[in-house]
């Protein structure tokens, strides 16, 4: 089936720095792939669509400055938190449109990747 | 404005017996829903889809029921065992079809 992945799956840092969180598509092409914030028994919350040489686009209430999205290739998204703050402690999670030989509409997602900021 | 929720937040059941988790929606013009698993500290993991213009759809030891007059969902878990617990999630796709909106989950208890 689909695989994303996703690196690293636990990060801790110190309050202030910035953290990278890569998703990857394994076999298949992504023109399309979402970047999800998930707080302790919530479920996801979008943050941002991401369009392969495009701009990302943001839901309302984040902030682009802060979550900087960089989708460079059709099987990698990658997420800065920048100048990361203990309440960006969270679960984030990608996921990624399937590519042709798949349903389009359907997400696959990657295994999620734990922030604490000290 | 659209949302998809679900009645039971929790649901604990007996190994072996059949489980059922609900879902409803409000968009009536929905025509594709998904049913995602989510185990603790780990990301959502696609069980099963059904399409409107299906009423039942079945997977291995799973079943998706859509019923559009009451615009309900619902996922039947046969034979219920350990592995199975864990929080269960609907999707249906907003109405730019690219991007889902996810209900607040079920979490699925199986107790020895």
């Known amino acids: 089936g689909a695989v994303v992945s996703q690196h690293p799956s636990w990060v801790i840092c110190k309050s202030g720095t910035s953290v990278k969180i890569e998703c990857r598509s394994l076999?298949?092409?992504?023109?399309?792939m979402f970047w999800y914030r998930q707080f302790p028994k919530q479920s996801l919350m979008l943050m941002a669509t991401?369009?392969?040489?495009?701009?990302?686009?943001?839901e309302q209430g984040v902030e682009k400055d802060k979550f900087l999205i960089n989708h460079a290739s059709l099987t990698l998204s990658t997420l800065t938190v920048t100048s990361a703050h203990p309440e960006d402690s969270s679960f984030y999670i990608c996921?990624?449109?399937?590519?042709?030989?798949?349903?389009?509409?359907?997400?696959?997602f990657g295994p999620g990747t734990r922030l604490l900021v000290l | 404005g659209e949302s998809v929720g679900l009645h039971l937040p929790t649901l604990s059941v007996q190994e072996g017996d059949n489980s059922i988790i609900n879902c409803a929606y409000s968009n009536s013009a929905s025509d594709y829903f998904i049913w995602y698993k989510q185990e603790s500290g780990k990301g959502p993991q696609f069980i099963i889809d059904i399409r409107s213009n299906m009423d039942k759809r079945q997977g291995q030891r799973v079943t998706v029921l859509l019923n559009k007059t009451v615009k309900h969902l619902s996922l039947q878990i046969a034979a219920t065992q350990p592995g199975d617990s864990a929080v269960y999630f609907c999707a249906e796709p907003w109405s730019s079809g690219q991007n889902f909106v996810f209900g607040p989950g079920t979490r699925l208890s199986v107790l020895p």
């Open positions: 991401s369009n392969e040489g495009s701009k990302a686009t943001y």
């Open positions: 996921s990624a449109n399937g590519g042709l030989a798949r349903s389009q509409e359907t997400q696959y």
């Open positions: 076999d298949f092409q992504a023109t399309t």
